[in-house]
C-alpha cells in the first residue's frame, strides 16, 4: 500500500521538549485541516525524557529532569542519541483505517528498508511481545526495530487516534550522523510509504510555528498538562 503524497519537515530547529511535542501536535492540527498525510523530523540538543498520556508522574515529581507528557500512549522515552519524528494521517485514510498493529508494522517495515538501503542493518521484532509503560528502549514490543547484529532495540514508536485522525510519535536511535533531519534514509523512509514526497511551504512551516507556539503555552509547557505539583503544592 502506498499513499499518493506525504508533505513533511526536516526540522533543523533545536527545542525544548515541550516545545517539540507542541510542534508535532501543529502538524497534526495541519494534517486534520488539510487532510494530507504529513510528517516532522527532528533531533535534540539536549538529554530529554518523553512520557506517554497515560504515565503515572507519581515517581518523577521532585526530579529536576521533569518529563514532558506526549500526546500519544507509550512507556517512558530517553531522547539525546535518537532521531525522533512525528508522521500524521487525516480521518478516513487507507492508514488512519488500518487497526493499530497492522499500521505500526506498515511503518517501521518502511523504516527498517529505508534504513538497510543506506547501509544501517536492522530488523523488526517478529516476536509477539506484550506492550507495557517502562523505558521504550528496554521494553521491545512486536514489530520494533532491533539492531540484527545486538540484536537491542533500537526504534520504537506511539499511535494515538483523534476524530478519526491519527498520530505516531517514533524514535530512532541512530549514529550521529544519521539523526540530522536531513540524512538520506529520511525521504527513503517516506517514498516507501509514498508515491510523492514534498516539503511543506515556507508559509506553512510559519503557519506551524505559530500554532506551535498557542499549543506549548497553553498545554505542553503547563504543570497541569504534565501533572506536576503547583508552585504552591512544591
Known amino acids: 500500500m502506498k499513499l499518493p503524497v506525504f508533505r513533511f519537515l526536516p526540522d533543523q ?3 525544548t521538549p515541550a516545545e ?3 510542534m508535532d501536535q501543529a502538524v497534526f492540527e495541519l494534517t486534520r485541516e488539510t487532510a494530507v498525510p504529513s510528517a516532522r523530523f527532528y533531533h535534540w540538543d539536549t538529554p530529554a ?6 504515565h503515572r508522574f507519581d515517581d518523577e515529581i521532585d526530579s529536576e529532569d521533569r518529563p514532558i507528557r506526549r500526546f500519544t500512549g507509550g512507556g517512558k522515552v530517553e531522547h ?3 532521531a525522533t519524528f ?3 494521517f487525516p480521518a478516513n485514510s487507507p492508514t488512519s483505517r488500518l487497526n493499530s498493529d497492522a499500521r505500526y508494522r506498515w511503518i517501521h517495515t518502511a523504516l527498517a528498508a529505508a534504513l538497510v538501503n543506506t547501509g544501517y542493518d536492522v530488523e523488526l521484532e517478529s516476536t509477539p511481545t506484550p506492550s507495557g509503560n517502562g523505558p521504550c528502549f528496554s521494553n521491545s514490543v512486536t514489530w520494533d526495530l532491533k539492531d540484527s547484529a545486538s540484536g537491542e532495540k ?3 514508536g506511539a499511535q494515538r487516534r483523534s476524530a478519526g485522525a491519527v498520530m505516531h510519535q517514533g524514535s530512532v536511535r541512530l549514529p550521529a550522523s544519521l539523526r540530522s533531519p536531513h540524512s538520506p534514509w529520511i525521504p527513503g523512509f517516506l517514498n516507501q510509504m509514498a508515491e510523492n514526497v514534498e516539503l511543506f511551504s515556507s508559509d506553512e512551516v510559519e503557519r506551524l510555528t505559530r500554532s506551535a507556539e498557542n499549543w506549548n503555552l497553553n498545554k505542553f509547557a ?3 498538562w504534565n501533572k506536576w505539583p503547583s508552585p504552591a503544592e512544591a
Open 49 to 54: 525524557v518523553t512520557v506517554g498520556y497515560f
Open 20 to 22: 517539540q511535542m507542541a
Open 86 to 88: 512525528v508522521i500524521c
Open 13 to 15: 530547529t533545536f527545542r
Open 154 to 156: 533500537i526504534g520504537g
Open 222 to 224: 503547563t504543570a497541569g
Open 80 to 82: 539525546g542519541e535518537d
